[in-house]
């Protein structure tokens, strides 16, 4: 079966520190890679992609994502976080081929604290 | 408007009534999609509609959950006979064009509670 998994519920980290928020796949193919994050109350939104081409995706609100072929993987990070960081991430991925049934993850909890 | 629109925010409803769910694309967006958010169990696939083509159903879980788009924009998603086990965020989305080349716009979607 298709399937995205974070390993992590949940991810702390100080403000001012790197974090780094887990994603693997298994999707057959290629398959296009995406970062949502869910702030509280509020709907989903894109942050980044990986389409094709180099392998760290820069996306909104200085996060980036890597794509690691290999490792099945596409880890979100961000050199420096934010208390206003903190939200629901979600990693999704769309089989190609496919037109439109984004396979979600469990979604990760990243709380940063001060 | 300006997004996605999703009514009610909540709904609470006792079990074995039937609710339907509405949800309002961005003007022009052709692609809609319903997935449900249950706690600990990320986002799950309902349905998917693009422009005319039959909808993709796969995700449904039983056929007490149906949804139509009509005119290609509003669609409603009908939960008969609903079960506890259907209280859980009921989330839209829409895109421009199908594919990964444009990402999908979230609603705030309906929280609904089944007593």
């Known amino acids: 079966a298709q399937s995205v998994a974070q390993p992590e519920d949940q991810v702390n980290v100080a403000e001012g520190n790197p974090l780094t928020v887990k994603c693997t796949y298994s999707v057959s193919g290629n398959p296009y890679l995406f970062w949502y994050v869910q702030y509280p109350n509020r709907g989903l939104q894109f942050l980044l992609k990986?389409?094709?081409?180099?392998?760290l995706v820069k996306g909104s609100y200085g996060f980036e994502a890597e794509f690691n072929k290999s490792q099945t993987s596409f880890h979100l990070k961000k050199p420096s976080a934010l208390v206003s960081d903190s939200a629901l991430y979600f990693c999704?991925?769309?089989?190609?081929?496919?037109?439109?049934?984004?396979?979600f993850g469990k979604g990760t909890k990243l709380s940063v604290k001060p | 408007g300006a997004g996605v629109s999703q009514s009610p925010s909540n709904k609470v409803t006792e079990k074995g009534k039937d609710v339907e769910l509405r949800c309002d694309p961005i003007?022009?967006?052709?692609?809609l999609y319903w997935y449900r958010q249950s706690l600990g169990q990320g986002l799950e696939f309902l349905i998917y509609?693009?422009?005319?083509?039959?909808?993709?159903k796969s995700g449904l879980p039983s056929d007490r959950f149906s949804a139509e788009r009509t005119g290609g924009s509003v669609s409603t998603l009908t939960i008969q006979r609903t079960q506890q086990e259907d209280s859980a965020v009921y989330l839209c989305?829409?895109?421009?064009?199908?594919?990964?080349?444009?990402?999908?716009?979230f609603g705030q979607g309906t929280r609904l509670t089944v007593v």
């Open positions: 989305a829409s895109s421009p064009v199908p594919g990964p080349n444009t990402e999908a716009f």
């Open positions: 509609f693009q422009g005319n083509s039959a909808p993709d």
């Open positions: 999704a991925a769309l089989r190609r081929g496919s037109q439109g049934n984004l396979i």
């Open positions: 990986y389409i094709t081409g180099d392998n």
């Open positions: 003007s022009g967006h052709t692609a």
